[in-house]
């Protein structure tokens, strides 16, 4: 069966340390969005884990645009090996 975005999304958030975890979530909440979107509260971040975090990113972004802010953020975080392989993964 074929890997959909939010088991693309989920391979990644799964791979980071709990330190970057965090820092993700933080850096998530005030990243700029495009026009249209909103950040995902932070109070809403704090809470999530990996499978919430994931569903999160989609329902505010949608696919292609939740594949492109995480990896923007995981840059910003420096994991910059996640963000190119998520956007390997996901073409």
Same mark, same amino acid.
């Given at each position: 069966?074929?890997?959909t975005i939010t088991d693309h999304l989920m391979f990644t958030l799964e791979n980071l340390q709990e330190n970057e975890l965090k820092?993700?979530?933080?850096?998530?909440h005030e990243f700029p969005v495009k026009?249209?979107?909103?950040?995902?509260?932070?109070?809403?971040?704090e809470k999530a884990d990996?499978? +919430?975090?994931? /569903?999160? *990113? !989609? %329902?505010?972004?949608?696919?292609d645009y939740a594949v492109q802010v995480t990896a923007d953020v995981l840059r910003a975080i420096n994991?910059? +090996?996640?963000? /190119?392989? *998520? !956007? %390997?993964?996901?073409?």
């Open positions: 069966m074929e890997k820092k993700f979530k933080l850096k998530l026009k249209g979107c909103n950040n995902i509260p932070l109070g809403t971040l990996v499978v +919430d975090l994931s /569903q999160l *990113l !989609l %329902s505010f972004y949608m696919e994991c910059r +090996d996640e963000a /190119q392989r *998520l !956007l %390997s993964l996901t073409g």
